[in-house]
């Protein structure tokens, strides 16, 4: 009785910090099933890496073309912090809705659509590796 006072009060705070109710949160009315969830999370990711991909290839070649050499130090800087703000995108991307499933007591809706997400990645990553691995033998 008392450890069921307790998750609720705490429950009630957790709400009141974050002003979320979440028996009226987006989250808790979606009915998407978290094989579903898993590969919208999986195919954002695909896309937000590719788009980055994209970008920092035109980039390199754009500088490339201007004679630009930065510094080493300002080379290392520019990549760590690319690589930091490139891990928070990723993590916000396939943590965000099992956090708030989570929060929300779907603890195993939560762990379930984190897996189906890894699972969707290693299928994405299995499909690349078909796909570019005899392109790059005709090169």
Not at 54 to 82: C, H, N, R
Request: aromatic share 12%.
């Amino acid at each position: 009785m008392l450890w069921e006072d307790t998750k609720s009060s705490r429950k009630i705070e957790i709400e009141e910090r974050c002003n979320i109710s979440f028996r009226e949160s987006v989250y808790n009315n979606m009915s998407y099933s978290p094989k579903s969830n898993g590969l919208l999370q999986a195919t954002g990711l695909v896309c937000y890496v590719g788009a980055f991909a994209t970008i920092v290839q035109y980039l390199g070649k754009w500088a490339g073309a201007q004679d630009m050499e930065p510094s080493p130090a300002i080379s290392i800087t520019l990549f760590l912090l690319t690589f930091i703000i490139s891990a928070l995108i990723s993590a916000s991307i396939v943590f965000a809705h099992p956090l708030f499933l989570f929060l929300a007591g779907k603890k195993e809706e939560a762990v379930k659509t984190v897996l189906w997400t890894l699972v969707f990645l290693v299928i994405f990553l299995l499909l690349f590796l078909t796909i570019s691995l005899p392109l790059s033998r005709t090169l």
